[in-house]
């Protein structure tokens, strides 16, 4: 946990998911202390918070995937996806890790696979994520590959999965 210069708790405020200038994935953790009103912003890489956040968060995009829910499967979700943040002990729930929540977390990236993904722009990428996944599940395969993104592209945009 962090601690403020005047001897109080830094709490944490949000969590917004960035992409470094490589490409990397990387969370940016407000912080702020409750008895001087003093604010801290640290960027650190994804995945690595432990001390940073003091309690179960969602990232602003996924709190705003949350609140796009329908009213009627909002509580639904937030209970199936804090219960596997939980479990997995994660502090903070990302808008990849709703996919994963839902879809039982069974489906691996090929590295490959994973690496393609990243060139996907980022307002299609969830999206991509989701159906590649998807289609995965349906078709009994543990793996998403370079093939099976290849064959989705296709399927959905008309375009040979053939390279020329």
Request: hydrophobic share 40%.
């Amino acid at each position: 946990m962090l601690v403020c210069g005047c001897g109080g708790w830094m709490h944490t405020e949000g969590v917004e998911e960035r992409l470094a200038e490589d490409g990397q994935p990387t969370w940016f953790v407000r912080t702020e202390c409750r008895p001087c009103r003093w604010l801290v912003g640290i960027e650190v890489s994804a995945g690595q918070v432990d001390g940073l956040v003091d309690r179960l968060m969602w990232s602003d995009d996924a709190k705003h995937r949350l609140d796009r829910t329908p009213p009627y499967a909002a509580p639904f979700l937030r209970e199936l996806v804090e219960g596997f943040a939980k479990a997995r002990q994660q502090r903070v729930i990302t808008y990849d890790l709703i996919d994963q929540a839902q879809t039982g977390d069974v489906v691996a990236w090929d590295p490959d696979a994973e690496q393609r993904l990243a060139n996907v722009p980022a307002p299609v990428r969830a999206m991509a994520r989701v159906e590649l996944e998807r289609t995965a599940v349906d078709r009994g395969a543990r793996v998403v590959t370079v093939a099976l993104m290849e064959e989705v592209k296709a399927r959905y945009f008309g375009m040979a999965a053939q390279k020329q």
